[in-house]
């Protein structure tokens, strides 16, 4: 691995473990939309087995971050290993490939509303495989036993509940066995039980199955339980990558800011604030 890759694992991993190759690799990854730049050069190793939480207010680039590892955006500069391979580098029949190793969870469980759980669990077997009918069905039946959904094939996502829809569509990304898994903040619009029973099936999950999952949320419970390191985003940098204890513990005050619930800027000032409204209105 190159020296820029090097950097990377020394300032993200505490302790690597010997025999524990990297996932996921991202170097001097830089994202611009026009004049906005949303990452400013991030460095971030994902070693195989980890849950990697990353967190960090609105607009920090999380998401950014996160579709940029599925290869759904084009970086501006820098580039993202996974499983080995720059995925923005390869071509089209490769790429296809390392997607079939990975699975995404989206934040509102992005079911198709006119097919039931068990057609829309199945959907990617049916597209992208030979598999008989039969076989699929076995599969599909299994997959939603894993997320405690046994018996609901048959019913529409409109027929359940919000935390039923994050465990179908859960189970939808599992279901071709993935290497890497990716949350896009699994537990959003979540009462505070079914939130840690997901935290939980999570943890099952890369007990049973061995995967190596990178969740982006904003929930601080659920982010001090499952993961094995955070890395901390802040306007499109990281401000650090440690572990739980070692994130609870930062003293740097963005971070404590969050953690604590704290604004950052506790009071407005009323001239300014009636100065740059002036302005605004003005079109100056």
Known sequence: MNQAANQTTNQTTSAVKP??????????LV??????????????CIEEGEIRVIMGGSGSGKST?????????EPTAGRVLVMGKDIHRISFLEKLELLWKIGVSFQNGALFSDMTVGENVALPL???????EKTIQIIVRMKLEVVNLGGYEDYYPSQLSGGMVKRAALARAIV???????????????????A?????????????????????????DSAFTIADKITFLHD?????????????????????????RKPLNASVDPEKYLQRLTRALSGQ
């Open 31 to 44: 994202t611009q939309y026009g004049d906005k730049v949303i990452l400013k050069g991030i460095d971030l």
């Open 19 to 28: 025999g524990r190759r990297e996932i996921v690799v991202v170097e001097k």
């Open 236 to 260: 499109g940098k990281i401000l650090m990558t440690g572990t739980p204890e070692e994130v609870k513990n930062a003293d740097n005050p963005i971070i404590q800011a969050m953690i604590q």
């Open 176 to 194: 071709r066995d993935p290497a890497l898994l990716l949350f896009d903040e699994p537990s959003a619009g979540l009462d505070p039980i079914l």
């Open 196 to 220: 840690a029973e997901l935290d939980e099936l999570i943890l099952q999950l890369r007990k049973a199955m061995g995967m190596t999952m990178i969740v982006v949320t904003h929930d601080l």
């Open 65 to 73: 971050l996160l579709w940029h590892i599925v290869g759904l955006y």
């Open 126 to 132: 049916r597209e992208f495989t030979d598999l008989d």
